[in-house]
């Protein structure tokens, strides 16, 4: 049990409302912070017993930034947490929020899990992450939930919509730049993590790979013998190319 789950177990105090198996997903990808001074922001405060998680869990150099649209949540601030009452579907907020948090260097998703939300909020913030960051989108059930406008492969979910994201990542390699060419995600995203109910994107700049060889061969190079139906198929194409261009030239 690592402390944040801990934390969790032990909690007296304001509610915290997550999945058992999260703790062990947060903890792989945000211990790298404990004790630094990062920023982080959360979307969803609903009680606010999280947003003292991540207090306490950072540690006293941390500011833990709440995001809710229920105006409530303002008494919830304390040292080292502040609240912003906003719509997380609406853009222009969420282009007013970098302004207010100039840096951030954690960003997890646990708002209201609509489509719209979630993809607006990603499409809007991801690039304001720090580069060396951590985006958190969790709860992704409900791209499977009707009431959520999510349902199995359903155009528009946010599970369809970050399936690009595996192509994205990998467009160094893309042979079709028309179809799939390198981007700002390519050049910036350093892998994809996807669990149950929850995706984690790790940024970090990236440059186009390249692939070396180290060490002497010592083994002779081998091309297999072909199949003959194989090399019968390739002499009848080329007979009828031949017979073709004689009966045009004809």
């Excluded at 062990?24 to 609903?46: K, L, T």
């Excluded at 017993?49 to 409530?72: A, E």
């Excluded at 609240?83 to 579907?89: K, M, T, V």
């Excluded at 595996?166 to 981007?183: E, F, G, K």
Aim: with cysteine; aromatic share 12%.
């Amino acid at each position: 049990m690592n402390d944040l789950e801990k934390y969790f177990t032990e909690n007296t105090g304001r509610l915290i409302h997550k999945y058992r198996h999260y703790f062990e997903i947060y903890d792989r990808h945000f211990s790298r912070y404990r004790g630094s001074d990062v920023r982080v922001v959360e979307f969803g405060v609903s009680q606010g017993g999280s947003l003292q998680m991540w207090k306490q869990y950072f540690g006293p150099n941390s500011k833990i930034f709440g995001i809710d649209i229920n105006p409530h949540c303002e008494k919830l601030e304390e040292e080292q947490i502040k609240i912003l009452i906003g719509d997380q579907e609406d853009r222009r907020f969420l282009r007013l929020l970098k302004g207010k948090v100039p840096r951030i260097d954690i960003l997890i998703d646990d708002g209201g899990h609509t489509m719209k939300q979630q993809i607006n909020t990603y499409e809007e913030l991801f690039p304001h992450i720090d580069e060396n960051g951590v985006y958190l989108c969790e709860d992704l059930a409900t791209s499977y939930w009707p009431k959520w406008g999510g349902g199995y492969r359903k155009r528009g979910t946010f599970i369809e919509y970050s399936k690009n994201f595996v192509d994205y990542i990998n467009a160094w390699h893309s042979v079709q730049p028309r179809r799939l060419a390198v981007s700002q995600f390519t050049k910036s995203v350093h892998s994809l993590h996807y669990y149950d109910g929850l995706l984690v994107i790790e940024k970090r700049p990236i440059e186009k790979p390249i692939h070396t060889m180290t060490g002497t061969p010592t083994v002779p190079n081998f091309r297999p013998p072909k199949n003959r139906l194989k090399r019968l198929e390739k002499r009848l194409k080329e007979e009828i190319h031949r017979l073709t261009r004689r009966s045009t030239a004809a």
